[in-house]
């Protein structure tokens, strides 16, 4: 009936699943848990007809062509370049914390100093992870990248991971730099956007095939066995001997043979509040204050004319696979024990032939949008079309 099952009606599985429809001509059954389509990208409009993002913002941005034109098959474009605040000793500042941020938190002469110091000792429009500047010899520097550390960063990364920066790998750290720069853009990739009618669409649109079927509601085991311990598998009580394409938790897909992947969660507040505008910038990063990390204001990000505007705040939570509520995982905890776990279920899984391991949870990494769409390309090609 299926020549491909794959688990996860997100991002990944879904630009899989238009490939082998269109590409191979194969028919495909998706298997997903929630009750929609597009995963963690998933919008829609509220019941005041405002588009929001339900699991947080999700701004497109990408340095390749190949995955701008690829996603440019199903969606026009709003093109916007995001921008973020941070509340800052009661001011609004640019985050990154970059040269604007110099010059409206510290007085002239000293912003001038500092400028021209960063200037000479790393080069203008130079990302500098904020531990490495810390490092520094130059006192005024240290002096710098330890009021940086605290007001930007250090609450905030104990907020969002319950850690601090030094606890987590040196690719976290790296996300939020100091940028030495007058571009107060969050990012400065060459293609950047919204689609048009939301995420929600562009999926819609991938899936738009008749060789695609889809399971909304359905958790993939009241469907598929999957035997751990030889790797058979069995599709509505019948042997399946297509491939097995898992977009879901590594660890659950092989019963936490090794233990539980630990994982951080989110809570969102969604509000719609009657005014037309909330803030001046898409988003507002609190470090130093509330238990939330930020709020995004939805209509700046979309474009969308309405006389109200909708909001969301993020309050970072723990992950428990058994409390709802608490159960979506959202970002793997990126240290090096939880990675020697993983390494584990990775290597049982390549016994498996019929076993493809995609995306976030699969993965164990966290990926951007474009990266994610990226290794579904590349995993089509060289994994499920290369057979």
């Known amino acids: 009936m299926f020549d491909y099952v794959i688990v996860g009606a997100g991002l990944s599985g879904s630009v899989v699943a238009e490939r082998i429809a269109n590409d191979l001509n194969k028919k495909v059954l998706i298997i997903e848990k929630r009750n929609h389509i597009a995963g963690n990208v998933f919008d829609h409009h509220n019941e005041h007809g405002i588009l929001v993002h339900q699991y947080g913002p999700h701004i497109f941005h990408t340095k390749l062509k190949e995955v701008w034109d690829y996603i440019s098959q199903f969606t026009e474009w709003n093109h916007y370049h995001h921008r973020v605040l941070g509340s800052i000793d009661g001011q609004h500042v640019p985050i990154p914390f970059n040269l604007k941020s110099l010059f409206t938190l510290l007085p002239q002469h000293t912003a001038q100093q500092l400028e021209q110091k960063l200037v000479t000792h790393f080069g203008y429009n130079v990302k500098v992870p904020i531990l490495k500047l810390r490092e520094t010899s130059d006192e005024q520097l240290k002096w710098l990248a330890d009021y940086v550390y605290e007001k ?44 048009k009618n939301g995420y929600t669409r562009v999926v819609e649109a991938m899936l738009d095939h008749q060789n695609i079927k889809l399971m909304l509601n359905t958790d993939y085991k009241e469907v598929v066995t999957f035997n751990a311990d030889t790797g058979s598998i069995m599709l509505f009580g019948q042997p399946f001997t297509g491939q097995f394409i898992y977009t879901g938790k590594i660890d659950e897909l092989f019963n936490y043979k090794y233990g539980e992947l630990p994982y951080r969660s989110l809570r969102f507040e969604h509000e719609t509040i009657e005014q037309e505008k909330y803030q001046s910038a898409g988003t507002v990063n609190y470090p130093n204050e509330y238990d939330f990390t930020r709020i995004t204001e939805f209509k700046h990000l979309t474009g969308q004319v309405h006389p109200y505007t909708s909001i969301v705040r993020e309050y970072p939570q723990p992950y428990s696979k058994d409390i709802p509520g608490m159960d979506i995982p959202y970002y793997p905890i990126p240290q090096s024990q939880n990675q020697i776990v993983y390494k584990q279920y990775k290597q049982k899984a390549k016994q498996y032939n019929q076993v493809v391991l995609l995306g976030r949870l699969a993965e164990y990494t966290y990926y951007d949008m474009d990266a994610c769409i990226a290794k579904a390309l590349k995993v089509y090609e060289q994994v499920i079309r290369g057979e």
């Open 152 to 195: 930007i960063f250090l609450h905030y990364t104990k907020k969002q991971w319950d850690m601090t920066p030094e606890e987590l790998n040196r690719n976290v750290t790296g996300r939020v730099p100091v940028y030495i720069s007058n571009d107060d853009r969050y990012f400065q990739d060459t293609y950047q956007g919204l689609p």
